[in-house]
């Protein structure tokens, strides 16, 4: 699915990326995990194409994405912060990505999921931060593509919210697709990831299962397990 | 890009910002030809009015437009949209609103007052050709500015002090210049010291149409015997042509280059 060589991107003297080397094979939930400023949202981006890389290559389905745009139309993403232009109601703003993308939405259904029918006549600027992130989740999950990228999906949801995401996860995994997600929980991670991608430093320190992990580590939860990598490297 | 403009444009339409632009050229319009009813006179005042503020606005607007709409321009770059289309689409947007606050704000009034029985038609409607090309050129220059300055702050105040050298500061050193170098041949140079700012040109533009030699000044004066009054005019909407396209070109070539 998504084949990434040596990838390096830095920003001014900061090297995030160093190297990186990565296979994604299609079908399952990914979780990209590290701590802060280890390189995973530039990662996610210049899968993306937002972020130019200064070296090295990635190819989603065996094909460069240097300089295209149109591979984006099998991707899905949700950005971190939810912010759209505040002066359109949210059902311009759902009309308005529709119409972007020209491809069958199932937007009736999430709407009704998430509850934002009463919302729906409302400014987005107007909106609480977790009605926003249901916006956001929507805008992404309307569309039927085969690549999902989300970028901490959880935040500032609550917990039928939450329920109601995961249940979504889980339905578009069925379904085949291939999810990559970021997240600072730990439970969240441990209750759908398949396979987990460790950065530190800009390199993958760490890819493999969640049982892998927990091997590896001799820990009985993710939590425990991704805090002993860090205090391992910490003391190395 | 066209999708891109129209939302851009939908959104803009209904920030009250546009409707206090456009309600100050409203009121602006009425006021001129309430005080002056002569037609020809009030677009006078009005240009020495809309040379300087046109551009502030177009900057400011420009400014803040381009860092608000930050996480939106993210959005619309994941989608599958060229980057090229997202800025242009953006740019025209704000462009486009502006200009049309502009257009209604005082055409409105001076319509009102029968400005298709007088002869004043065709010097208004240079006027709101030029505010709507300095709207253009101003946007497209603070759009830069902000694109290359990640911190708003510090682009804000680069935007500002390029509307202030140009609009005031560029307009002194040329003074003074001419006052200190009185002794040479200063035609050539007077000439392109008006065709580098874009004010400037829109102001000598504008007099050489009105054909007033009394406020056509120096840069004006050597304007008409160097190119005659339609030459000159021709070459002046050139030169603005060429002010709006050169940082709309560099925009497209910046953003295609940046990380989001």
Known sequence: MIAITNLKK???????????DLEIKPKGIIAILGPN????????????????????????SGKDIKNKWAYRKEIEYLPQIANFPGNLKVRELIHMIKDLHQRPTNDE???????????????????????????????????????????????????????????LIQYEKANGKTILVTSHIMHFVEEIADEIIYLLDGRIYFKGSVKDLMEKTKQKNVEHAIAAIANNTDHA | MLKILKYSFYDLMRSRWSYVYFLFYLALGFVLLFLNSDLSKAVITL?????????????????????????????????????????????????????????????????????????????????????????????????????????????????????????????????????????????????IATLLNPIDL???????????????????????????????????????MLWTLLPIWRLVFKAKRKDF
């Open chain 2, 47 to 191: 240009m020495n009015i809309i040379i300087v503020l046109v551009p502030l606005i177009g900057t400011i607007f420009g400014v803040m437009y381009f860092y608000n709409s930050k996480e939106f321009t993210e959005l619309l770059l994941a989608q599958p949209i060229k980057r090229s289309s997202i800025f242009m689409g953006q740019y025209l947007g704000v462009g486009f609103s502006l200009t049309l606050s502009l257009l209604l704000g005082l055409g409105i009034p001076f319509v009102i007052y029968g400005l298709f029985r007088s002869n004043a038609v065709f010097d208004f409607t240079l006027l709101l050709v030029n505010g709507a090309f300095l709207t253009m050129i101003f946007t497209a220059l603070s759009f830069n500015i902000a694109l290359s300055n990640e911190n708003r702050i510090k682009g804000f105040g680069y935007a500002i002090l390029v509307w202030l050298c140009l609009a005031v500061i560029y307009d002194g050193l040329f003074l003074m210049s001419l006052i200190v170098f009185e002794e040479y041949p200063l035609d050539t140079f007077s000439l």
């Open chain 1, 37 to 60: 400023g280890s390189g995973k949202t530039t990662l996610i981006k210049s899968i993306l194409g937002m972020v130019i890389p200064d070296e090295g290559s990635i190819s989603i």
């Open chain 1, 10 to 20: 830095s920003f001014g003297r900061n090297e995030v990326l160093k190297g990186l």
């Open chain 1, 109 to 167: 259904q999430l709407i009704d999921l998430f509850g934002l029918k009463p919302f729906l006549e409302k400014k987005f600027s107007t909106l609480s931060g977790g009605t926003k992130q249901k916006v956001n989740i929507l805008l992404t999950f309307m569309f039927d593509k085969p690549l999902i990228i989300l970028d901490e999906p959880t935040t500032g949801l609550d917990p039928r919210a939450l329920i109601h995401l995961k249940e």
């Open chain 2, 202 to 240: 829109s102001r000598t533009l504008i007099l050489l149409k009105l054909d007033i030699s009394a406020l056509l000044g120096y840069t004006g004066a050597v304007f008409k015997n160097f190119f005659g009054t339609d030459q000159g005019l021709m070459i002046s909407l050139f030169a603005l």
